[in-house]
């Protein structure tokens, strides 16, 4: 199996209305910006480049949630990014996932914009995207 179809198979278990594909990943994987971190149950998947660091995503499983993994993952990113002299963090993240949310606001992230109704749920419901920053 190849680390493209693990983070796959993750990703849709943890993003079921929206998954990203095998081959996604793979390109995603493929760019000389990009960093990953993984440890048991869960994965960061992040570009670092012109002195930003910017999640993609960032996944744990359901069964692993509100064990650190996320905050390890994040520490992780936070280092290999000032290694590679990146001042921030940036992220997106639907207004709606409240998990998400309280975990990006301890981390200090702060709302940097909004994206009215970009998320499309499979009620027909929208939820905004808000950017997140967080200096380094």
Known sequence: MSVAADLARLHARC??????SR??????????????GATE?????????GGE???????VAPERRRHGIAR???RDLYD??????????????????????????????????RRK???RRPDGKAADALILARAL
């Open 72 to 74: 390890k993952l994040l």
């Open 80 to 113: 290999a990014a000032r290694a590679q002299q990146a001042r921030r963090v940036v992220l997106e993240v639907a207004s709606d996932n409240a998990a998400a949310c309280a975990l990006y606001e301890a981390e200090n992230f702060a709302t940097a914009g």
């Open 23 to 36: 081959d996604e990943f793979a390109k995603l994987l493929a760019s000389p910006a990009a960093w990953l």
């Open 41 to 49: 149950g869960g994965f960061l998947l992040a570009h670092i480049a």
């Open 15 to 20: 993003f079921p209305d929206a998954p990203w």
């Open 53 to 59: 660091a910017e999640i993609l995503t960032l996944c």
């Open 117 to 119: 109704s970009y998320y």
